[in-house]
């Protein structure tokens, strides 16, 4: 019985270890995500709308277009 106490005890601090770092790891990630997200925003929005258009973006949707990117992606 004490054995598979040790156990349960083990595998739960390992688990709130693990949530830690994944929390580390999204608070370092989120904002890398942003600026990445802003840089195309703004590569984007210094096309002409000619560029635009060859590429089938509307300048009103640069910003849905690049956010739903990042969600796809995983960003």
């Known amino acids: ?3 598979m106490s040790r156990t ?8 709130s270890m693990s949530g830690i770092l994944r929390w580390l790891a999204a608070c ?12 195309m ?3 984007l929005q210094k ?4 560029e635009l258009r060859d590429i089938g973006l509307p300048r009103c949707h640069i910003e849905a ?6 969600r796809r992606r995983g960003g």
């Open 28 to 39: 370092v990630d989120a904002p890398i995500a942003y600026f990445h997200r802003r840089a």
């Open 1 to 3: 019985m004490s054995m």
């Open 8 to 15: 349960a005890v083990r595998s739960a601090r390992g688990g």
């Open 41 to 43: 925003i703004k590569t």
């Open 65 to 70: 277009a690049v956010n739903a990117k990042m």
């Open 47 to 50: 096309l002409d709308d000619r």
